[in-house]
């Protein structure tokens, strides 16, 4: 079914259901509602019945006040924090939280859980290394300007090609498929020294001199992240809504309803793996620039399980978990280190990942909307009325 009968179908649907209703009916007071007291009047779309663009009404329907205070702190955090926090931890958080994002966008929304992420990042970076310049006599010296796209591309080839290989499979036995692909892709970078240059990776992979930046600065480095972070975040707030989203979720929740229906449920699940593809390669670019190098350690397999870890302590089933599980996991990975022994570092991370499966599934924001269901106004409210 293309987006415009989909358009068309939902809008039929709509006028028959207004015509059918003569009179319009009262509805009950809401539960724990006090009855004689006026619900507040929704706020107007000014966008509702003019010509403007999508994305304007996109923005007006998704933003909020919580979204404009989110965006003011971002944009300031450089001016008001250290060049090492806006480094270290909040460029790091932005990247992390983007490939995981790829990762929340397949689970939360296709029902896919795929431990190759990190590896389409590494492929991205590879890319980039053995394509432009570095400190190895391997890479090619390309231009940043070709580079970069074709980075982004092989991965989204390389994770539409785990997606055909592994969306015929369900449960266990995908998970099992992509963490055997990227096993094998961190085995090919370790033992391969013609093209990924073995165990020592490549060394000095900066960014490229653009306006007279220098990108790996803190600031404009920060900026460069945040920008990509929130493409990607809106990006997957606009796609979920479209027909294709909505059948993508369709798919998750019951496969074989939407095929009788006449949705190609393979197709849908490998264009999800190639949108996660193009996420995580972005991811990947930034990331090989953040550090410099790129080597075998950074596919390996304790980042493929990270990667997973992160996006479920913010929530899959929310884009900004991803980011939001992207910032607890770097804050514990700076500074608990000075508190506790190195090699207990992962002890730490696992026993917040403990307490967070087991007190809330859904993540940080399912903990937090957990907290305003029971201490929140509604919750006052509703104790006022039953007295």
């Known amino acids: 079914?293309?987006?415009?009968?989909?358009?068309?179908?939902?809008?039929?649907?709509?006028?028959?259901?207004?015509?059918?209703?003569?009179?319009?009916?009262?509805?009950?007071?809401?539960?724990?509602a006090k009855v004689g007291v006026s619900a507040p009047a929704p706020a107007v779309d000014p966008y509702a019945n003019s010509d403007a663009p999508r994305w304007l009404k996109f923005l007006w329907r998704s933003l909020s006040a919580r979204h404009v205070f989110v965006l003011a702190f971002v944009l300031l955090l450089p001016f008001v924090v250290s060049p090492f926090i806006t480094y270290q931890v909040a460029?790091?958080?932005?990247?992390?939280?983007?490939?995981?994002?790829?990762?929340?966008?397949?689970?939360?929304?296709?029902?896919?859980?795929?431990?190759?992420?990190?590896?389409?990042?590494g492929m991205a970076g590879y890319a980039v290394a053995v394509l432009g310049a570095s400190g190895t006599e391997t890479s090619l010296g390309w231009s940043w300007g070709i580079v970069t796209p074709l980075?982004?591309?092989?991965?989204?080839?390389?994770?539409?090609?785990?997606?055909?290989?592994?969306?015929?499979?369900?449960?266990i036995y995908t998970i099992m498929i992509t963490l055997a692909i990227g096993v094998a892709f961190y085995?090919?970078?370790?033992?391969?020294?013609?093209?990924?240059n073995g165990f020592q990776g490549f060394q000095k992979v900066y960014p490229p001199q653009v306006f007279g930046l220098n990108w790996r600065a803190p600031p404009p480095f920060y900026f460069l992240c945040l920008f990509w972070a929130m493409a990607g975040y809106f990006f997957i707030k606009w796609l979920v809504r479209t027909p294709f989203g909505m059948a993508l979720q369709?798919?998750?929740?019951?496969?074989?309803?939407?095929?009788?229906l006449g949705f190609n449920v393979t197709a849908h699940r490998v264009a999800a793996y190639a949108v996660s593809g193009l996420l995580a390669g972005v991811g990947g670019v930034l990331l090989v620039w953040y550090n410099g190098l790129i080597t075998p350690g950074s596919v390996g397999t304790s980042w493929l399980i990270n990667v997973l870890v992160i996006a479920v302590l913010g929530g899959m089933k929310h884009p900004i978990g991803a980011?939001?599980?992207?910032?607890?996991?770097?804050?514990?990975?700076t500074f608990a280190i000075d508190i506790i022994d190195r090699e207990r570092f992962n002890l730490v991370i696992g026993g917040v990942f403990l307490a967070i499966v087991l007190f809330s599934p859904d993540g940080l924001l399912g903990l937090?909307?957990?907290?305003?269901?029971?201490?929140?106004?509604?919750?006052?409210?509703i104790s006022t009325t039953r007295r």
């Open 151 to 171: 980075a982004v591309l092989i991965a989204v080839l390389a994770s539409t090609l785990i997606g055909w290989l592994s969306v015929r499979t369900d449960g």
């Open 368 to 381: 937090w909307a957990k907290l305003r269901s029971r201490f929140g106004p509604n919750q006052a409210l």
């Open 1 to 32: 079914m293309s987006a415009a009968q989909w358009r068309r179908a939902m809008s039929a649907g709509a006028t028959s259901a207004i015509g059918a209703a003569s009179q319009p009916m009262p509805r009950p007071p809401a539960s724990g």
């Open 187 to 196: 085995y090919l970078v370790l033992q391969n020294y013609s093209v990924f």
């Open 323 to 333: 980011f939001l599980g992207a910032i607890v996991f770097i804050l514990l990975q």
């Open 250 to 260: 369709g798919t998750r929740d019951n496969a074989r309803r939407m095929n009788s």
């Open 91 to 121: 460029s790091q958080s932005l990247i992390f939280g983007l490939i995981a994002l790829s990762l929340s966008f397949l689970a939360g929304y296709g029902g896919m859980v795929s431990l190759a992420q990190m590896s389409v990042a």
